[in-house]
Nanobody, 119 residues
Framework: QVQLVESGGGLVQPGGSLRLSCAAS????????MAWYRQAPGKQRELVAT??????NYADSVKGRFTISRDNAKNTVYLQMNSLKAEDTAVYFC??????????????WGQGTQVTVSS
């Protein structure tokens, strides 16, 4: 079993910053890609950012404001969110691709953390 524990969400004013964390624990050999998604009320879940061992990618809506990073020793992925806007309000989910055997990987989702940007 692999579990993801997210933290760092909350209420912040427009222009403010938050840092989300997502730590993986359980039985796995290694981690491939890690990603953050978000889902606003009434909208589909959308990809925010991804990180692999050699690259990062961002949705156009967050480029220049959000930074994804990872600490492989801690099996943790972070999302630093700066210059937050009201439209960033959503539940944020992390997704981690874990290697559980030589030829098998699993995608595991976090429970989600609420980010609310409001004055």
């Amino acid at each position: 079993q692999v579990q993801l524990v997210e933290s760092g969400g909350g209420l912040v004013q427009p222009g403010g910053s938050l840092r989300l964390s997502c730590a993986a624990s359980g039985s796995f050999f290694s981690i491939n890609a890690m990603a953050w998604y978000r889902q606003a009320p009434g909208k589909q879940r959308e990809l925010v950012a991804t990180i692999t061992s050699h690259s990062t990618n961002y949705a156009d809506s967050v480029k220049g404001r959000f930074t994804i990073s990872r600490d492989n020793a801690k099996n943790t992925v972070y999302l630093q969110m700066n210059s937050l806007k009201a439209e960033d309000t959503a539940v944020y989910f992390c997704k981690v691709e874990v290697v559980i055997s030589a030829f098998r990987t699993n995608n595991v989702w976090g429970q989600g953390t609420q980010v609310t940007v409001s004055s």
